[in-house]
Protein backbone atom coordinates (compact mmCIF):
# COMPACT_ATOMS: atom_id res chain seq x y z
CA UNK A 1 0.00 0.00 0.00
CA UNK A 2 1.74 3.09 -1.27
CA UNK A 3 -0.69 5.60 -0.61
CA UNK A 4 -2.92 8.01 -2.65
CA UNK A 5 -0.11 9.92 -4.83
CA UNK A 6 -0.78 13.39 -6.63
CA UNK A 7 1.77 15.76 -8.56
CA UNK A 8 2.13 17.95 -8.51
CA UNK A 9 2.34 19.08 -5.20
CA UNK A 10 1.85 22.99 -6.14
CA UNK A 11 0.91 24.88 -9.13
CA UNK A 12 1.39 28.28 -9.78
CA UNK A 13 -0.44 29.54 -12.91
CA UNK A 14 -1.45 32.79 -15.05
CA UNK A 15 -5.31 33.66 -15.03
CA UNK A 16 -6.46 31.53 -18.97
CA UNK A 17 -3.85 29.22 -19.16
CA UNK A 18 -5.00 25.24 -18.84
CA UNK A 19 -3.53 23.35 -15.84
CA UNK A 20 -3.47 19.17 -15.52
CA UNK A 21 -3.22 17.61 -12.18
CA UNK A 22 -3.09 13.28 -11.80
CA UNK A 23 -3.71 11.24 -9.76
CA UNK A 24 -2.85 7.38 -9.05
CA UNK A 25 -4.60 5.66 -6.15
CA UNK A 26 -4.43 2.51 -4.45
CA UNK A 27 -4.26 -0.10 -6.58
CA UNK A 28 -6.90 -2.02 -5.33
CA UNK A 29 -9.17 0.84 -5.03
CA UNK A 30 -12.11 0.97 -7.34
CA UNK A 31 -13.66 4.16 -6.37
CA UNK A 32 -11.69 7.51 -6.87
CA UNK A 33 -13.05 10.87 -6.19
CA UNK A 34 -11.79 14.54 -6.39
CA UNK A 35 -12.53 17.44 -3.66
CA UNK A 36 -11.51 21.32 -3.62
CA UNK A 37 -10.44 22.96 -0.64
CA UNK A 38 -10.39 26.36 -0.58
CA UNK A 39 -9.11 28.15 3.23
CA UNK A 40 -11.01 27.91 6.02
CA UNK A 41 -13.80 25.18 4.25
CA UNK A 42 -14.12 21.71 4.14
CA UNK A 43 -13.56 19.89 0.93
CA UNK A 44 -16.04 20.28 -1.39
CA UNK A 45 -16.76 17.23 -3.60
CA UNK A 46 -15.77 17.53 -7.41
CA UNK A 47 -16.76 14.19 -8.98
CA UNK A 48 -16.34 10.64 -8.33
CA UNK A 49 -15.22 6.98 -10.39
CA UNK A 50 -15.96 3.54 -10.44
CA UNK A 51 -13.29 2.23 -12.08
CA UNK A 52 -13.20 3.55 -15.80
CA UNK A 53 -17.00 5.20 -14.90
CA UNK A 54 -17.82 9.07 -14.18
CA UNK A 55 -21.02 8.05 -11.95
CA UNK A 56 -21.03 11.53 -10.68
CA UNK A 57 -20.26 15.34 -11.23
CA UNK A 58 -21.02 18.05 -8.83
CA UNK A 59 -23.24 20.94 -10.42
CA UNK A 60 -20.92 23.15 -9.06
CA UNK A 61 -18.53 22.02 -11.61
CA UNK A 62 -18.18 24.36 -14.68
CA UNK A 63 -17.99 23.22 -18.55
CA UNK A 64 -14.12 23.94 -17.75
CA UNK A 65 -13.42 20.89 -15.61
CA UNK A 66 -13.15 18.02 -17.23
CA UNK A 67 -12.06 14.28 -15.50
CA UNK A 68 -10.59 11.25 -16.60
CA UNK A 69 -9.83 7.83 -15.60
CA UNK A 70 -8.50 5.85 -18.70
CA UNK A 71 -8.51 1.93 -17.71
CA UNK A 72 -9.85 2.87 -14.14
CA UNK A 73 -6.16 3.77 -12.94
CA UNK A 74 -4.79 7.02 -12.61
CA UNK A 75 -6.63 9.73 -13.12
CA UNK A 76 -6.61 13.41 -14.18
CA UNK A 77 -8.49 16.43 -13.63
CA UNK A 78 -8.05 19.59 -16.00
CA UNK A 79 -8.95 22.87 -15.85
CA UNK A 80 -8.97 25.21 -19.16
CA UNK A 81 -8.77 28.78 -18.87
CA UNK A 82 -7.78 29.33 -15.20
CA UNK A 83 -9.63 32.13 -13.27
CA UNK A 84 -8.55 33.57 -9.97
CA UNK A 85 -11.00 31.39 -8.39
CA UNK A 86 -9.86 28.16 -9.30
CA UNK A 87 -7.08 28.42 -6.48
CA UNK A 88 -7.49 26.64 -4.32
CA UNK A 89 -5.90 22.90 -2.93
CA UNK A 90 -7.31 19.95 -5.20
CA UNK A 91 -7.24 16.54 -3.54
CA UNK A 92 -7.99 13.39 -4.44
CA UNK A 93 -8.85 10.34 -2.71
CA UNK A 94 -9.31 6.76 -3.43
CA UNK A 95 -12.04 4.04 -1.96
CA UNK A 96 -12.45 0.05 -1.95
CA UNK A 97 -16.44 -0.04 -3.05
CA UNK A 98 -17.54 -0.50 0.83
CA UNK A 99 -18.21 2.99 2.10
CA UNK A 100 -17.22 1.06 5.61
CA UNK A 101 -13.39 1.29 4.76
CA UNK A 102 -13.73 5.03 4.11
CA UNK A 103 -11.66 7.12 1.74
CA UNK A 104 -7.38 7.48 1.79
CA UNK A 105 -6.74 11.01 0.80
CA UNK A 106 -3.67 12.21 -1.41
CA UNK A 107 -1.90 15.22 -0.37
CA UNK A 108 -2.90 17.35 -2.67
CA UNK A 109 -2.33 19.67 -5.51
CA UNK A 110 -1.97 23.22 -4.42
CA UNK A 111 -3.49 25.51 -7.46
CA UNK A 112 -2.88 29.52 -7.59
CA UNK A 113 -3.76 31.22 -9.96
CA UNK A 114 -2.21 34.63 -10.56
CA UNK B 1 -31.31 18.56 2.12
CA UNK B 2 -28.25 16.28 3.42
CA UNK B 3 -26.29 18.75 5.65
CA UNK B 4 -23.06 18.59 7.98
CA UNK B 5 -22.72 21.57 10.60
CA UNK B 6 -19.41 21.66 12.75
CA UNK B 7 -20.42 24.66 15.46
CA UNK B 8 -17.30 25.63 16.61
CA UNK B 9 -15.00 27.39 14.03
CA UNK B 10 -12.06 27.20 16.42
CA UNK B 11 -11.46 26.02 19.73
CA UNK B 12 -8.50 26.39 21.64
CA UNK B 13 -7.68 24.05 24.78
CA UNK B 14 -4.54 23.92 27.05
CA UNK B 15 -2.38 20.63 26.69
CA UNK B 16 -3.35 17.80 29.15
CA UNK B 17 -7.29 19.08 29.10
CA UNK B 18 -10.38 16.97 27.70
CA UNK B 19 -11.94 17.75 24.61
CA UNK B 20 -14.84 17.44 22.69
CA UNK B 21 -15.59 18.66 19.11
CA UNK B 22 -19.20 18.63 17.63
CA UNK B 23 -21.16 17.54 14.98
CA UNK B 24 -24.62 17.30 13.71
CA UNK B 25 -25.96 16.10 10.57
CA UNK B 26 -29.20 16.12 8.69
CA UNK B 27 -30.46 13.02 6.54
CA UNK B 28 -33.11 10.84 5.99
CA UNK B 29 -31.59 7.79 7.39
CA UNK B 30 -28.64 6.92 9.58
CA UNK B 31 -25.36 7.77 7.03
CA UNK B 32 -21.90 6.31 8.00
CA UNK B 33 -20.45 8.89 9.96
CA UNK B 34 -16.59 9.45 9.53
CA UNK B 35 -13.95 12.29 11.31
CA UNK B 36 -10.76 13.31 9.75
CA UNK B 37 -7.82 15.26 10.56
CA UNK B 38 -5.80 18.03 8.53
CA UNK B 39 -2.38 19.01 9.37
CA UNK B 40 -1.43 22.07 7.90
CA UNK B 41 -0.35 21.86 3.97
CA UNK B 42 -1.64 18.18 4.45
CA UNK B 43 -4.29 15.63 2.71
CA UNK B 44 -6.88 14.00 5.39
CA UNK B 45 -6.03 11.63 7.79
CA UNK B 46 -9.02 8.92 8.63
CA UNK B 47 -9.77 9.21 12.86
CA UNK B 48 -12.19 6.74 13.17
CA UNK B 49 -15.69 5.69 11.68
CA UNK B 50 -19.33 4.47 12.83
CA UNK B 51 -20.99 2.16 10.72
CA UNK B 52 -23.67 0.03 13.11
CA UNK B 53 -23.35 -1.44 16.65
CA UNK B 54 -21.78 -0.05 19.47
CA UNK B 55 -22.33 3.30 19.65
CA UNK B 56 -18.92 4.36 21.09
CA UNK B 57 -16.36 4.03 18.53
CA UNK B 58 -12.30 4.35 19.26
CA UNK B 59 -9.85 5.57 16.52
CA UNK B 60 -5.95 6.48 16.09
CA UNK B 61 -4.45 8.81 18.56
CA UNK B 62 -6.55 8.29 21.34
CA UNK B 63 -9.85 9.94 20.02
CA UNK B 64 -13.19 8.36 20.29
CA UNK B 65 -16.71 9.44 19.02
CA UNK B 66 -19.76 8.69 20.24
CA UNK B 67 -23.09 8.43 18.17
CA UNK B 68 -26.37 9.38 19.54
CA UNK B 69 -29.57 9.15 16.83
CA UNK B 70 -31.73 10.73 18.68
CA UNK B 71 -29.36 14.35 18.54
CA UNK B 72 -28.38 13.40 15.22
CA UNK B 73 -25.03 14.27 16.78
CA UNK B 74 -21.61 12.48 16.29
CA UNK B 75 -19.24 14.85 18.46
CA UNK B 76 -15.39 13.59 18.69
CA UNK B 77 -13.42 13.36 22.19
CA UNK B 78 -10.38 12.98 23.74
CA UNK B 79 -9.56 12.53 27.31
CA UNK B 80 -5.58 14.23 27.15
CA UNK B 81 -4.57 16.63 24.07
CA UNK B 82 -1.29 16.64 23.23
CA UNK B 83 0.18 19.57 21.38
CA UNK B 84 0.50 17.54 18.62
CA UNK B 85 -3.48 17.33 18.28
CA UNK B 86 -3.52 20.95 17.01
CA UNK B 87 -4.99 20.58 13.94
CA UNK B 88 -8.65 21.03 11.60
CA UNK B 89 -10.90 18.31 12.11
CA UNK B 90 -13.90 17.14 9.62
CA UNK B 91 -16.45 15.58 10.27
CA UNK B 92 -18.37 13.51 7.32
CA UNK B 93 -21.38 11.81 6.69
CA UNK B 94 -21.51 9.36 3.78
CA UNK B 95 -24.77 7.72 2.24
CA UNK B 96 -23.85 4.43 0.41
CA UNK B 97 -26.20 4.88 -2.12
CA UNK B 98 -24.89 7.57 -3.28
CA UNK B 99 -21.58 6.16 -3.95
CA UNK B 100 -19.87 6.45 -0.35
CA UNK B 101 -19.28 10.48 -0.95
CA UNK B 102 -18.25 12.00 1.74
CA UNK B 103 -20.07 15.31 2.54
CA UNK B 104 -17.57 17.20 4.93
CA UNK B 105 -18.41 19.72 7.61
CA UNK B 106 -16.65 23.30 7.28
CA UNK B 107 -14.36 21.97 9.98
CA UNK B 108 -12.97 23.06 13.40
CA UNK B 109 -9.74 24.14 14.28
CA UNK B 110 -8.08 22.92 17.22
CA UNK B 111 -4.83 24.92 18.75
CA UNK B 112 -3.25 23.79 22.06
CA UNK B 113 -1.39 26.00 24.84
CA UNK B 114 1.48 25.00 26.48
Known amino acids: DTGVSQDPRHKITKRGQNVTFRCDPI?????LYWYRQTLGQGPEFLTY????????KSRLLSDRFSAERPKGSFSTLEIQRTEQGDSAMYLC????????????FGSGTRLTVV | AQSVTQPDIHITVSEGASLELRCNYSYGATPYLFWYVQSPGQGLQLLLK??????LVQGIKGFEAEFKRSQSSFNLRKPSVHWSDAAEYFCAPAVYNQGGKLIFGQGTELSVKP
Open chain 2, 50 to 55: YFSGDT
Open chain 1, 93 to 104: ASSRNEVYYGYT
Open chain 1, 27 to 31: SEHNR
Open chain 1, 49 to 56: FQNEAQLE
